[in-house]
């Protein structure tokens, strides 16, 4: 008789920087959405000050710390621990974690690159971007979070 492997087990789960990250963006969202239609003014919209940046944008270590923001170390490791050979996770594992990851970094070069450009122009592409981002059917909590949770379902 020969012998089989056992079945793979899912090792994906949802990063929790990118779970507090995209909360934390769709709130201010909403919130932004809010205060424009009210004439108020609005926050600027950066990620958590928890998430291990200061917000200084002026010196060479504040832009290398940036990144701290949108880091995904969990689901690297866990993509990692997936391709193991000797123990293999399931191909939902390398679907749903290099997605957290490369949105991530897609967040993170989106803000660097508002952050960089005129003030202006930045405006001239908001609004309506915020009614969007802010709902729960939004691209954050009813796109993204959703999504990698069906894929951890779906491939367990």
Known sequence: MAETSPEPQSKAE??????????????????SFEKRTNNQQ?????????????GDLQTEQGLI???????????EEKLIEACNPDEPGTSSD??????????M?????AY???VYQPFHRSLAHLATREKGHGQDSGPFLGQVI??????????A
Do not use: C
């Open 65 to 75: 710390d940036l990144h701290k923001a949108f880091n995904t170390d969990k689901a």
């Open 105 to 109: 970094m897609q967040a993170e070069r």
């Open 146 to 155: 959703e999504y990698i949770n069906l894929l951890i379902k779906r491939g």
């Open 14 to 31: 949802l990063d929790e920087n990118l779970s507090k990250v995209l909360n934390h963006f769709a709130s201010l969202k909403e919130n």
């Open 94 to 103: 390398g679907i749903a974690l290099s997605l957290q990851i490369e949105y």
């Open 112 to 114: 660097r690159a508002r």
């Open 42 to 54: 609005v926050e600027w919209v950066r990620p958590p000050k928890d998430a291990g940046w200061d």
